[in-house]
């Protein structure tokens, strides 16, 4: 008895759902409930003013917030991969007290 061929979708028309790279609708309605919460809370300007309040509060938004907005993936030029010019090892002699 041989095994049922499997189908793996990739002759079949696309299917109901969004499409890839959309963000679902939960997700979507997360981000603008926040993003309209950060408005009423001030938008930009409060964001700077409270970032300037602490120290703290900067670490937090060069630490936390503000990573959120770079790319998850770091290319080189013309989107090709990273080239590493140089790879330096130096030991550092630490004088004894």
């Known amino acids: 008895m041989s095994d049922p061929v499997k189908k793996t ?4 028309p696309p ?5 890839k790279g959309m963000p679902n609708k939960t997700t ?14 001030g ?3 409060r964001l700077v003013a409270w970032a ?9 938004f060069w630490g936390t917030i503000y990573p959120k907005l770079l790319p998850l ?3 080189g030029e013309d989107g090709g991969p990273v080239q590493i010019a140089e ?3 130096v030991v550092v002699d630490v004088p004894k007290k």
Do not use: C
């Open 43 to 45: 938008g930009a300007d």
């Open 52 to 60: 300037q309040e602490e120290p703290q509060n900067e670490r937090v």
């Open 9 to 12: 979708g990739k002759n079949l």
């Open 28 to 41: 979507r309605t997360a981000k603008e409930a926040i993003a309209l919460a950060a408005e009423k809370l």
């Open 87 to 89: 790879i330096r090892r």
């Open 73 to 75: 993936q770091v290319t």
């Open 15 to 19: 299917g109901p759902g969004r499409p």
